[in-house]
């Protein structure tokens, strides 16, 4: 990913395979990929004009095509990464959290003000670790059918942009002045 678009290359002489220009320059959000194998881009300006984008990649003889399947304003990604879970994508929407269906980007719900938080999906109990902009930490459900929060804590003093991390039960927060660590309990 860069402002301009989506590039892939080859890793051994590093010959450009194919692109995917984007309408509008912006932040370089992590892309993911779709449990079929698409990609999800975002073109991360924060303005008016940014869209998530699912988009399609195949390859056969004749060499790559590629095919913008939707384009969505339901889930805005400018700042934080999002997540893909049972044919959804989690994420910022600006300050808040949305969900979008990956089967036409229509937004699911959003709810719940984070700021400019961080989060991580603990896929096996459906739910999203989010770290938030002030340094409190929540549980929301990554399930489609509404926005809800099933805990909040404070874990930090400060601003807080960093990602968290998950190492087996221990959970690791930080940000420009402080670090915090937390044993999970099994759900």
């Known amino acids: 990913m860069s402002g301009k678009g ?36 975002s073109d991360g300006d924060y303005g008016d004009g940014n869209h998530m984008r699912r988009v399609a990649v195949t390859h056969d003889g004749a060499g790559w095509s590629i095919q913008e399947r939707w384009s969505s304003t339901g889930l805005k990604p400018n700042f934080s990464d999002f997540v893909v879970h049972r044919g959804h994508a989690y994420g910022f929407d600006g300050p808040i959290l949305s969900a979008i269906d990956l089967a ?27 770290i938030s902009e002030k340094g409190e930490l929540a549980l929301v459900s990554a399930t489609p059918d509404r926005f809800t ?31 915090a660590a937390f044993r999970l309990a099994p759900a």
Request: overall charge negative.
């Open 6 to 41: 989506a590039t892939a290359v080859a890793p051994g002489d590093g010959a450009m395979l194919w692109e995917h220009k984007l309408p509008s320059g912006g932040r370089i959000v992590q892309p993911a990929m779709t449990e079929d194998g698409d990609l999800l881009i």
């Open 104 to 130: 036409d980007g229509t937004r699911k719900w959003k709810g719940g003000r984070y700021g400019h938080g961080q989060l991580l999906l603990l896929a096996d109990q459906d739910v999203l670790l989010v």
């Open 149 to 179: 929060e099933l805990a909040r804590a404070p874990a930090l003093h400060g601003k807080t942009w960093n990602h968290p991390v998950l190492v087996g039960d221990v959970l690791l927060v930080r940000n420009g002045e402080e670090m």
